[in-house]
Structure formats: structure tokens, C-alpha cells
């Protein structure tokens, strides 16, 4: 299961495939079904779970009332609780086949999103910092106390996996919009394509690019859109196609922020992912999201979140905060930023809706 939301699936197999479903005794994401097998319980815990849309986020429970409408049993999900809880200890055969001691706990984990923001630090106890991933995908996570959806479904509303929740808005096609250009360009190398791109003034010289090469999903929520440069001339050059590609996926994230903003603002975000590379692509960021910005030093990820998920778990911490203390990676300032990408998105969001009621018509 992710964030996407799982539980339309389970209705649709149950619809269509009834024997099938007859035969399902429990479903579990993934991590989970993992834990399983080397456990033999059946849990999971609160950032994946928020995730299915089986789950009450506010009450932290699996919503009966919709599983009941739906004709689906509580029964089929597994135990709720918290990410650093240990949900079991690890079964001899395992135990024997990886070298540990039967017995060694496991813990329940957390999402991908919400583990890699604990790996960053990113969490209740630092509150208004955010992270910023330009990965394939471009992913804004912005940590909160208290349950705050958007009322337009525009962003995502998750646990985290710190006990409080977080806000998530992704870009689909980040990294992966400059990815796709430089196959188009074989004969130079991406280096070559961001020295052209940063000889290019600001705004390409009125050319857009709009990242939707995967559809979109925030704040739009519409897998049939397509992705476009929109303002194409005589005058354009390859240096101005990857300078548009910049902006337009920094401007697509300054939408995403946009949104979030109305709910809680961010005091600062840590820059994470390949793209952080780019002094370039972060001082376009940094103007698109007027938010100081902060490269992280050191290995960061998902499994680092999960590994102190495992300490506090395991012990070697009393609480999450004091783990989160101990591991904190170094950051440093993005101090080069362009203020003004700013004035790029208006421009931006009328070539976007005119996009979206193009396809939102075919």
C-alpha cells in the first residue's frame, strides 16, 4: 500500500473478483507483510496506515463506519499503533538465516515519506521545518501538531511517524523532467546542459515548461495531464529548454507551497535528492518558495529513518526526540537565491489551467 490509497483496490477486487476475496484473510502493505514473515503478527502503524484511506486519521483507528458501508470487515486489517512500538521478535528460522539472535525485536517502521523525514530530523520537535526532495518525483513534507486538511483535497493530509502529521505535496516529475531532456540531448552531458542553462536570463525569455510528463499530482490530483513548453520562438535555443525545465519544476513546487502555506508556514525546508546538486536549480527553488533552504550533509533516506525508529524501539534511546537530537546531520545555508522566480508564477499558473481544462475536456 502507499499514499495513493489502497482501500478503492480492496473494493474493486471484492467487486469484481468475489472469489478471490473470499480467500483474503488480511491485507497488508508491504513493510508489513514483511514484518509478518519474520514476526508472525499481523501490524502496522499510523504514517503507512493514514496512507489507504481505510483510516480515521484524527481518531487514529480504522474507520469502521466507511468499512461497514463499503461491506468490508475490520477484521481483515491488521493492528494500529505506533511507528517505534516493536510488533514482535524475530523467528528462529529467520534468526538463523540472517545471523541474529530469535527473539530480536522488530519494529513496525513508517512510511517511505515520513521514515525519510526522520531521517532528516524533520518532525514535531523541530516545527515549522520542512524538507524538500528533488527527486525523480519533487515531494514537499511539511510536519504538523494537529490534523489541518486542506478542504480541496489539493495536498495530502498523513500521521507521521513522530505521533503528530504531516502535510505532503508532490510534483511527479522532477528530476525526472531534466532526466528526460537529457536523453533527448545524448551528445553533451548534463553538466554541459545546467553551464547553458545558467547563461539563459531568468524567465528563458518568456518560455514555460510545464512538468505534467506523468499527469499531476498536487494540487491538481489529474493523471491525464500532459506536460508542454508553452511560448516556443525562433529565439530559443537548447540552453533555454533546460533553463525552462528549472524553473518550471521549481515554480511547479511554489504551487505545491502555495497551497500548504494556507495551513501551516514553513520556517525553513532541508533540500534533499539529486537535484540538490544544482546550485542553480536551488537558488530557482528558493525563489519560488521564499523559504530559506538548507543542503543536508551526510547519508540521508528512508532506511536511516527507520533505523532510529529501530533504536527508540530497541531501547538504545528513551524517545524518539532524544534519538532525534543524537543523530541530527549537518546542514548548511543555500545563501544564492533568485527572488525573482516569483514574479514567473503567474505566468505559470495560467499556462497550467489552461492545460488542465484542455484535458480535463478530452
Same mark, same amino acid.
Given at each position: 500500500?502507499?499514499?495513493?490509497?489502497?482501500?478503492?483496490?480492496?473494493?474493486?477486487?471484492?467487486?469484481?473478483?468475489?472469489?478471490?476475496?473470499?480467500?483474503?484473510?488480511?491485507?497488508?502493505?508491504?513493510?508489513?507483510?514483511?514484518?509478518?514473515?519474520?514476526?508472525?503478527?499481523?501490524?502496522?502503524?499510523?504514517?503507512?496506515?493514514?496512507?489507504?484511506?481505510?483510516?480515521?486519521?484524527?481518531?487514529?483507528?480504522?474507520?469502521?463506519?466507511?468499512?461497514?458501508?463499503?461491506?468490508?470487515?475490520?477484521?481483515?486489517?491488521?493492528?494500529?499503533?505506533?511507528?517505534?512500538?516493536?510488533?514482535?521478535?524475530?523467528?528462529?528460522?529467520?534468526?538463523?538465516?540472517?545471523?541474529?539472535?530469535?527473539?530480536?525485536?522488530?519494529?513496525?517502521?513508517?512510511?517511505?515519506?515520513?521514515?525519510?523525514?526522520?531521517?532528516?530530523?524533520?518532525?514535531?520537535?523541530?516545527?515549522?521545518?520542512?524538507?524538500?526532495? /528533488?527527486?525523480?518525483?519533487?515531494?514537499?513534507?511539511?510536519?504538523?501538531?494537529?490534523?489541518?486538511?486542506?478542504?480541496?483535497?489539493?495536498?495530502?493530509?498523513?500521521?507521521?511517524?513522530?505521533?503528530?502529521?504531516?502535510?505532503?505535496?508532490?510534483?511527479?516529475?522532477?528530476?525526472?523532467?531534466?532526466?528526460?531532456?537529457?536523453?533527448?540531448?545524448?551528445?553533451?552531458?548534463?553538466?554541459?546542459?545546467?553551464?547553458?542553462?545558467?547563461?539563459?536570463?531568468?524567465?528563458?525569455?518568456?518560455?514555460?515548461?510545464?512538468?505534467?510528463?506523468?499527469?499531476?499530482?498536487?494540487?491538481?490530483?489529474?493523471?491525464?495531464?500532459?506536460?508542454?513548453?508553452?511560448?516556443?520562438?525562433?529565439?530559443?535555443?537548447?540552453?533555454?529548454?533546460?533553463?525552462?525545465?528549472?524553473?518550471?519544476?521549481?515554480?511547479? /513546487?511554489?504551487?505545491?507551497?502555495?497551497?500548504?502555506?494556507?495551513?501551516?508556514?514553513?520556517?525553513?525546508?532541508?533540500?534533499?535528492?539529486?537535484?540538490?546538486?544544482?546550485?542553480?536549480?536551488?537558488?530557482?527553488?528558493?525563489?519560488?518558495?521564499?523559504?530559506?533552504?538548507?543542503?543536508?550533509?551526510?547519508?540521508?533516506?528512508?532506511?536511516?529513518?527507520?533505523?532510529?525508529?529501530?533504536?527508540?524501539?530497541?531501547?538504545?534511546?528513551?524517545?524518539?526526540?532524544?534519538?532525534?537530537?543524537?543523530?541530527?546531520?549537518?546542514?548548511?545555508?543555500?545563501?544564492?537565491?533568485?527572488?525573482?522566480?516569483?514574479?514567473?508564477?503567474?505566468?505559470?499558473?495560467?499556462?497550467?489551467?489552461?492545460?488542465?481544462?484542455?484535458?480535463?475536456?478530452?
Amino acid at each position: 500500500m502507499s499514499e495513493r490509497g489502497e482501500l478503492p483496490k480492496i473494493v474493486w477486487l471484492k467487486r469484481k473478483h468475489p472469489d478471490l476475496f473470499r480467500r483474503v484473510y488480511k491485507v497488508l502493505l508491504p513493510k508489513d507483510y514483511l514484518g509478518f514473515l519474520l514476526t508472525g503478527n499481523w501490524a502496522t502503524e499510523y504514517s503507512d496506515a493514514s496512507g489507504t484511506g481505510a483510516m480515521a486519521i484524527r481518531e487514529r483507528l480504522w474507520d469502521e463506519e466507511l468499512l461497514r458501508a463499503l461491506g468490508l470487515a475490520v477484521s481483515l486489517l491488521p493492528d494500529l499503533g505506533e511507528s517505534h512500538r516493536v510488533v514482535g521478535g524475530l523467528r528462529p528460522e529467520w534468526a538463523r538465516a540472517v545471523g541474529l539472535r530469535a527473539g530480536t525485536p522488530v519494529v513496525a517502521g513508517a512510511g517511505d515519506n515520513a521514515a525519510a523525514a526522520i531521517g532528516l530530523g524533520v518532525s514535531r520537535y523541530r516545527p515549522g521545518t520542512g524538507s524538500v526532495s /528533488l527527486g525523480t518525483s519533487g515531494v514537499i513534507f511539511l510536519p504538523l501538531e494537529a490534523p489541518l486538511p486542506d478542504p480541496e483535497g489539493r495536498i495530502h493530509l498523513f500521521c507521521h511517524a513522530d505521533g503528530a502529521y504531516h502535510l505532503l505535496g508532490v510534483t511527479l516529475s522532477a528530476a525526472g523532467s531534466l532526466e528526460w531532456l537529457r536523453r533527448i540531448f545524448p551528445e553533451v552531458s548534463l553538466e554541459e546542459l545546467l553551464a547553458e542553462a545558467e547563461k539563459v536570463p531568468l524567465g528563458a525569455q518568456g518560455l514555460y515548461f510545464l512538468p505534467f510528463l506523468a499527469g499531476e499530482r498536487s494540487p491538481y490530483l489529474e493523471p491525464a495531464l500532459r506536460g508542454a513548453w508553452l511560448g516556443l520562438s525562433l529565439a530559443h535555443e537548447r540552453g533555454h529548454l533546460v533553463r525552462a525545465v528549472l524553473e518550471g519544476v521549481a515554480l511547479s /513546487l511554489g504551487v505545491v507551497y502555495e497551497v500548504m502555506r494556507s495551513l501551516s508556514q514553513a520556517k525553513a525546508f532541508l533540500v534533499t535528492g539529486g537535484g540538490s546538486a544544482s546550485s542553480l536549480w536551488l537558488s530557482l527553488l528558493g525563489g519560488a518558495l521564499q523559504v530559506p533552504l538548507y543542503r543536508v550533509v551526510g547519508e540521508e533516506g528512508a532506511a536511516r529513518g527507520a533505523a532510529i525508529l529501530a533504536m527508540v524501539g530497541g531501547g538504545v534511546y528513551p524517545d524518539l526526540e532524544a534519538a532525534l537530537a543524537a543523530t541530527r546531520l549537518p546542514e548548511v545555508a543555500v545563501t544564492e537565491v533568485n527572488p525573482g522566480v516569483r514574479q514567473l508564477l503567474p505566468g505559470y499558473e495560467a499556462w497550467a489551467s489552461l492545460l488542465l481544462e484542455r484535458y480535463r475536456r478530452s
